[in-house]
Each structure stands twice: as structure tokens, then as C-alpha cells.
């Protein structure tokens, strides 16, 4: 196991930074998923290759000049299916600390334990941050049952991304695997956002079909941010790129979903966005600088 990740990149020489990348196979081939997700996920997105290693990533993102956050869910409970190992890949992380950025994940219905977990994978290991997925992981994040969980993030001090709207994952397969969709509605984290005002909650992907309240949470919570993951920028809701423009500029972040969508794909649509050049740098990187605490 490598050492503690230490954060080695230096966000005045990179020219982006993806805020969501998935690393989805640890060194032993386990995958993330039940193989019935991986597949129909796959096909949902059309990607080409599902679950590169985390070494290929940081390549891909070396090669780009960006930086990328990675992380995988902790569905155990749920899907009755453990994770790729996160201490492996924070490790794997700290090996390319230059463009790599680890986020931990818990799953939430585990209790104690994933506190514990929590504290581990940030203090001990160094965790940036960490990742939800309210539908995969069958949970409601307002619910009170969770508090000791934010607070505990809370009072580490980092980022967490919750998934929000449609799912990729289970779609087309019978009863969606089980998923269900009203559990990453984002009004679900409005509460969470009012009762843990020093948590940093950022709502992944433009949040079909509710990006109205998205917009209004992100609008409402100076806490609250957006990542554009998980949609070409080609097919944005309308209102979230006039509120890019405009009272969200400081608040969203570009993000890809990679390896379900590429970077060069993502970017070329979003060269065709109607947004005001000033605010351009600002998704693509300023904003994420600020966020993760790069720029100190």
C-alpha cells in the first residue's frame, strides 16, 4: 500500500479539472457493480471501455493536461455486492498524485460503521472528499437517520457528491434493478444543506427531471454546487445554461462521468454552449480550485 495520498498537483499548470470519474475495477478484476449493472450501464451510455484501470485514467488525464476527482460507490447493503477496494485506489491515487484526486465513499445504511469508515478513509488514508448515490445505495439523504454521517463530514471539512436525477444505472432492465429514482430527487439534500451549512454538497449531473430545484438549491445555499456530468452539454436543460451565465457562474463544475463519457467528446459540446467567455474558465476550472482547496 502507498503511502498517505499528499496532494501533488498544481492547479496553475493544469487547464481543467473533471469533477467526476469513476473507477469501477481494483488490481484484482472486482468491479464495482453486478455485472448486470456494468452491462446495461455500458450499453445505456454507449461506452467503448467501461472499467480501465486507475493507472489508465491518470494516464488519459496526464495526456490531456487536466486533473481528475476518481472514486467509486459503496452500494454493499443494496446491491449485496462489496466495492472495488477504495484503500486501493486512494493508494493508486497517491501513485499519480499529479492529475489524480481520491474521493471515498461509504454506504450509508452500514451506521457506525460507516462513520468509522469515513473518518478512515479521510484521515488516515486521505480521502478529498466522498461520493453518494442516493438511488443505488436505496437511501433517503434527508432523512434523520443520516445526520451523524454529515455531521461527521461536516466536521471533516470535505466535499461530497451526491448523485442527482436520472440513472444510468439499472436502466432498461426490469424494475430498473431495483433503483429507485425519487431518492436522488436534489430537493432530498435541500435539508441536509440547511442543517449542515458547513458541508459542501455538490448535486452531480444537470438533474433531469428536476433541474428546476437544482437550480433553486444551488441558487438558495451558498454550500450547494452543480456538476455537469453525466449529460453531453448538447442536451442541457435550457435554464441551466442561462443560470451558468449568470447567478450560478461561481457554482458549477465540469465533470464527464468518465469512462461513460470522454472528455474530448464532453468539451466539444460544450465549445458550442452560449456561455459568456468569462464564465468558461470558471466551470472548467476556477470554480473546482476553489472548491477543493487548490488554490492555497
Same mark, same amino acid.
Request: with cysteine; hydrophobic share 40%; charged share 20%.
Given at each position: 500500500?502507498?503511502? !498517505? ?10 487547464? &481543467? ?29 454507449? &461506452? ?45 491515487? +497517491? ?12 454506504? $450509508? ?8 469508515? &469515513? ?8 480521502? !478529498? ?74 448535486? +452531480? ?53 468518465? $469512462? ?19 464564465? !468558461? $474558465? ?5 470554480? &473546482?480550485? !476553489? ?6
Amino acid at each position: 500500500m502507498a503511502d !498517505r495520498y499528499e496532494l501533488g498537483i498544481d492547479a496553475s499548470t493544469v487547464d &481543467a479539472i473533471d469533477m467526476h470519474v469513476h473507477v469501477e475495477v481494483d488490481s484484482c478484476g472486482h468491479g464495482s457493480l453486478p455485472d448486470a449493472l456494468t452491462e446495461a450501464s455500458a450499453k445505456y451510455f454507449k &461506452a467503448e471501455d467501461r472499467t480501465p484501470s486507475l493507472d489508465r485514467i491518470a494516464d488519459v488525464y496526464r495526456e490531456l493536461n487536466m486533473a481528475a476527482v476518481v472514486f467509486t460507490v459503496d452500494a454493499r447493503t443494496q446491491l449485496k455486492h462489496e466495492p472495488n477496494s477504495i484503500p486501493e485506489l486512494i493508494a493508486g491515487a +497517491a501513485r499519480n498524485n499529479d492529475v489524480l484526486i481520491p474521493f471515498g465513499s461509504v454506504d $450509508p445504511r452500514t451506521g457506525e460503521d460507516a462513520i468509522t469508515g &469515513a473518518k478512515h478513509l479521510a484521515i488516515e488514508l486521505g480521502a !478529498r472528499g466522498f461520493k453518494f448515490h442516493p438511488s443505488l445505495q436505496g437511501f433517503d439523504p434527508s432523512s434523520e437517520q443520516f445526520y451523524p454521517l454529515w455531521e461527521t463530514l461536516q466536521e471533516l471539512g470535505l466535499p461530497c457528491i451526491f448523485h442527482t436525477g436520472q440513472n444510468g444505472m439499472g436502466a432498461g432492465l426490469p424494475g430498473g434493478y431495483g433503483i429507485k429514482l425519487a431518492f436522488s430527487n436534489p430537493l432530498l439534500l435541500d435539508s441536509v444543506a440547511a442543517d449542515f451549512p458547513g458541508l459542501p454538497i455538490i448535486m +452531480a449531473h444537470p438533474a433531469v427531471p428536476w433541474q428546476e430545484e437544482a437550480n433553486s438549491i444551488a441558487t438558495h445555499k451558498s454550500n450547494v454546487f452543480i456538476d455537469l456530468s453525466g449529460w453531453s452539454p448538447k442536451y442541457f436543460p435550457e435554464s441551466l445554461v442561462r443560470l451558468s451565465n449568470s447567478v450560478l457562474q461561481d457554482k458549477v463544475l465540469f465533470g464527464t462521468d468518465f $469512462p461513460l463519457i470522454t472528455p474530448q467528446k464532453w468539451l466539444g459540446a460544450f465549445a458550442d454552449l452560449p456561455l459568456k467567455d468569462e464564465v !468558461r $474558465p470558471k466551470v472548467l476550472k476556477g470554480n &473546482a480550485v !476553489r472548491l477543493l482547496g487548490l488554490d492555497g
